[in-house]
């Protein structure tokens, strides 16, 4: 079982930055992909970006590059790893619930479905 906390959502100004993190713990939850995803009441997950397990591969939302920054750090002796996404220049389109994820897979997907475990999610508010 791999255990997944977000902390980091909160109120900004358009064009302001906000910093998510994400901590997985559990059995080899260092080795796997995670992503981030974002919803809107009425709407589906989104994806946000996501990571592979070693950090070497990142891929992001079109519209989303460029703002937003994800990065991990693995702790293999813990058994952790932390994701943080960082996101900067923010729009009142950026208003969601951010959740992050973990895939029990090395092969990576952008499909919410595609992802085993989740985080309760963090409210991230964007005004105007």
């Known amino acids: 079982q791999i255990h997944l906390v977000e902390s980091g959502g909160g109120w900004v100004q358009a064009g302001g930055s906000l910093r998510l993190s994400c901590t997985a713990s559990?059995?080899?939850?260092?080795?796997?992909?995670m992503g981030w995803f974002r919803q809107v009441p009425g709407q589906e997950r989104e994806f946000v970006a996501g990571?592979?397990?070693?950090?070497?591969?990142?891929?992001?939302?079109?519209s989303l590059e460029g703002r937003f920054t994800i990065s991990r750090v693995n702790d293999e002796v813990e058994d952790k790893c932390t994701a943080t996404l960082q996101m900067n220049s923010l729009k009142t389109e950026d208003t969601a619930v951010y959740f992050c994820?973990?895939?029990?897979?090395?092969?990576?997907?952008?499909?919410?479905?595609?992802?085993?475990?989740w985080g309760q999610g963090t409210q991230v508010t964007v005004s105007s």
């Open positions: 994820a973990v895939r029990l897979s090395v092969i990576f997907t952008r499909r919410a479905s595609g992802y085993d475990y």
């Open positions: 559990g059995p080899t939850s260092s080795r796997y992909n």
């Open positions: 990571i592979s397990w070693n950090g070497h591969i990142t891929e992001y939302e079109d």
